[in-house]
């Protein structure tokens, strides 16, 4: 083998080893508050049920569960309002489809699915139905996605599970038992839930009751559980996001949302 051919074979070996740590990265044991968002709409609605980061945009957006006229709202990394206008769909979750570069929402109950794309004057598009009936565990579940299977999934807190619907072919369904090692499913808010894109920690919920974070992998292993920061507000229902690489927790009383960066 030449000098050179070591070089290349090292190089490589190297670039594996690298690829490997990141695609693995464990969650931080302490995370780090670096966003603050208030909404701009002060009044409407209480349940804050998503955020979405916005690649192309470089923005994230939030919205209200509970009435379509609750509102939808951008801000940036810095937490500056971009826009704020009515969601028009009683959101229960919303992610960002890579594949198409719109933005889905799923809709309370029988709504179904929409999606919306953000314009070049960083405002949304009309929202458009594109799929109808309920396809999740309850009315009040929320969908997030998982790019990687591209699938949309859902905790299922009363049956111990999360549920995932193919995007391409929702009546194509995968479940699975969540399999807990420091916690129980009683502790959890049951819509709270994220998608980190993080191998082997791909979905996590919110233990309200200790205040912990705890992350699953496809198997439904518990892989990981970080404390919540002192200063982050913890609620039973809803107001619990995960965007970019952040846990976003929202409080309720004085409308903001707060990110804390965990991978």
Known sequence: MTIQQKFI?????????????????????????????TLFNQYDGTNASAVVWVPKSQMYVTVVAGNAEFPLEGFSPAGTNIFSENANVDARGMWYNTKSGDIEINGAGEMGWYGFSIAPTNRPTERLNILPGQNQPDFQSIGVYDEAKKQVCFLNADANGIVCHSRKKPSKTKSFDLNFTSTSSVNLNPYAFGYTGQAGYEFV???????????FDRSGNQTASVAIPQDAPVNDWFAFSFANGRAFFYDKENRIWTGYKVF
């Open 9 to 37: 074979k090292l190089t490589l070996t190297a670039f594996v080893a690298i690829t490997a740590i990141t695609a693995f990265a464990q969650p931080l044991s302490s995370p780090i508050r670096d966003i603050t968002y």
């Open 205 to 215: 919920c919110m233990d309200y009751v200790n205040r912990n974070m705890v992350f």
